[in-house]
């Protein structure tokens, strides 16, 4: 009856895996079924809590590695929410320095102030080096105006 206990814990891990996604909990999970195993086969407790251990410390140190970095690869990592806004352009709607302003990055308006103290005046282009809480900290973005090739020339 005790193999019992030892696959309710690791459904109970199994189900903590979905939550975190860490791959560490389901490790913990085959452990504790291997000691569900050593309990139905009979073995001492002793030998079943070893058994688990050892199947739990072989998983997280030789797959979980390489179940992590195959994950890794194969998924590309999306920036999202806050951390996304970092190098997007804007738009300086009010004045804008050191203390505070206004811009609109995105479609959305943004409490916003220069990363060097510079004063920045309506309708300039800025870049969004980092959010500080939930305010923008911007750059000037120079405009950059591509030669006119003069009629004649080579």
């Known amino acids: 009856m005790v193999w019992l206990l030892w696959l309710g814990g690791a459904l ?33 407790l002793v030998w ?8 739990a410390l072989l998983m997280m ?3 979980r590695p390489f179940l992590l970095r ?16 970092t190098g997007k352009p804007g738009t300086v709607l ?3 320095d050191g203390a505070g302003g206004r811009v609109k990055i995105g479609g ?8 060097d103290g510079d ?3 309506a309708g300039d282009q800025v870049r969004v080096t980092r959010i500080d809480g939930a305010t923008a900290v911007v750059t000037h973005t120079p405009v950059v ?3 006119v090739d003069e009629p004649g020339a080579l």
Do not use: C, K, Y
């Open 119 to 121: 004063v920045l005046a």
């Open 94 to 96: 009010q004045p804008t």
């Open 61 to 63: 140190f030789a797959l």
């Open 48 to 55: 079943q809590i070893v058994l688990a251990a050892a199947v």
């Open 70 to 85: 195959h994950l890794r690869t194969r998924v590309d990592l999306v920036e999202t929410n806050v951390a996304a806004m």
């Open 108 to 115: 959305e308006v943004w409490s916003a102030r220069t990363e």
């Open 12 to 44: 109970l891990l199994a189900v903590l895996e979905i939550f975190t996604l860490d791959l560490l909990f389901i490790m913990l999970a085959a452990g504790a079924a291997a000691g569900a195993i050593g309990a139905a086969a009979g073995l001492p």
């Open 145 to 147: 105006t591509a030669p």
